[in-house]
């Protein structure tokens, strides 16, 4: 049963146990494949939103981030549990748990299963020793920076520093609902888009750490990230973020130092007070410290 049907036959037979809503995407992001309760959150039955995009279904506010959690789900396999809305034929649905599939043998189709009735403060499962902050996902300070030597030290990978200044007044602005959704997009940005697809931390209000594979298109990161924004801000122009990549040669870098160079550095990133953000100086002093 290697099957094209057989491996949607599964799919269906296992995500039923769990979702109320299912469809198959190919990469454009068209439905190929639906079942379920269309009816109750979008108003038309299965039949009716096959060949459609499928972001056209979902809300505004959350396109940025669902389109961050099919990118992660084609790295990881998988994405579980996140909250987002989609948008009904009466504006954006109550929230729905979303979790993504990619199967062995149909790697170049998404496998989406929907939930009614998901609760905006699901946290998901600790893991042993790391620190995650529970809204977005993203590791701690401690726990990204432990993380990112041992990264950085065994792969052919880059750090980056993100910054948003205003970040935090912006969120304040918002109501509870909204702040949940601009969590969940800013912290699943990040993650998407770094090693392995769970290789980023908050360092601080507004300020991020990747750990990314070399070569990432860091201008379209932050163009991503403040497009998030954007979908909040009635104006129009919610948080612009600022991001440089740390260079580094990793020839003949002790761990120890290493290690020592990382926590400087984020220490000194976080610390930084609103614009005052000049990452090619900590960039420098990080790159003198390890060598």
């Known amino acids: ?35 379920g309760a269309t009816k109750q959150l979008l108003g038309v039955q299965p039949e009716a939103i096959i060949g459609r995009n499928f972001m056209e279904l979902v809300s505004v506010k959350d396109r940025v981030l669902v389109e961050q959690l099919l990118f992660m789900t084609s790295k990881r396999g998988r994405i579980d549990n996140v909250t987002i809305r989609l948008q009904g034929q009466k504006g954006p649905t109550p929230p729905v748990a979303f979790a993504g599939h990619v199967l062995p043998d149909r790697k170049d189709h998404f496998f989406l299963a929907l939930r009614t009735q998901a609760h905006l403060d699901d946290k998901g499962v600790a893991e042993q020793g790391v620190n995650r902050d529970k809204s977005t996902g993203l590791l701690s300070k401690d726990s990204f920076s432990a993380m990112a030597v041992q990264t950085l030290k065994d ?33 699943t940005t990040p993650r998407a888009n770094s090693l392995g697809g769970d290789s980023a931390g908050e ?56 290690a020592k160079g990382l926590v400087y550095t984020i220490n000194n990133f976080k610390e930084q007070a609103g614009d005052k953000f000049n990452v090619k100086d900590i960039a420098a002093n990080m790159d003198n410290l390890v060598k």
């Open 1 to 35: 049963m290697n099957s094209p049907t057989a491996a949607r036959d599964r799919f269906v037979a296992f995500a039923f146990c769990w979702a109320d809503m299912l469809v198959e995407l190919d990469t454009s992001r068209r439905i190929l494949f639906a079942v």
């Open 155 to 187: 792969n052919n990978a880059e750090l980056t520093l993100v910054n948003m200044t205003g970040f935090q007044s912006f969120y304040d602005s918002l109501d509870e609902g909204e702040r949940q959704v601009l969590l969940n997009t800013v912290g």
């Open 203 to 258: 360092v601080g209000d507004g300020k991020f750490g990747i750990v990314h594979a070399a070569g990432l298109d860091v201008t379209a990161l932050e163009a991503k990230l403040a497009e998030a924004t954007k979908a909040f801000d009635p104006a129009g122009k919610g948080v612009a973020a600022q991001s440089a990549t740390v260079d580094m040669d990793m020839t003949g870098v002790d761990e120890a130092d290493l």
